[in-house]
């Protein structure tokens, strides 16, 4: 689902993206998956990625930053970073994200987690993308990102 929404002090408005999963795991292992680097880089990317080549450094405090890196398939060089902005845990990630190779193109990721029985419900919300080009790539590239993660969680 694609949206358009007001942007935040600081960044242009653009285009969004809104997804959502059921995972079968409590809010605090999701949690976990996303702030610990040793859980991320065993599922991140979509599926083009070459999972071994993941690497993840994250110092998840409001303020600090995290940068993640992995080869895909043909065999090109990915780097993305950013800085937290929000961390309420077990329920609420804030972070900036810019690719290496464009880092002017800042957008805003939000990952909301709301427990649902013994699972949790994932909402993701990615805004002021650079345009509907850099949207669908991020849409198709989240798909494929939260298919992993459900996998990971069974």
Known sequence: MASQSAAPAGLAAGPSLTLARRLNAPPERVYAAWTDPQSLIRWFGPA?????SVRAEIDPRVGGRYRISFDNDRGEHHEIGGAYRELL????IVFSWAWHAMPERQ?????ML????????????HEQLFDDAARDAHEHGWIGTLDKLERHFG
């Open 48 to 52: 083009m990625v070459k999972q071994e």
């Open 89 to 92: 845990p077990h329920s609420r």
């Open 107 to 111: 957008s805003l990721v939000t990952v």
């Open 114 to 125: 709301k427990r649902d029985g013994a699972g949790t419900l994932l909402t993701l919300h």
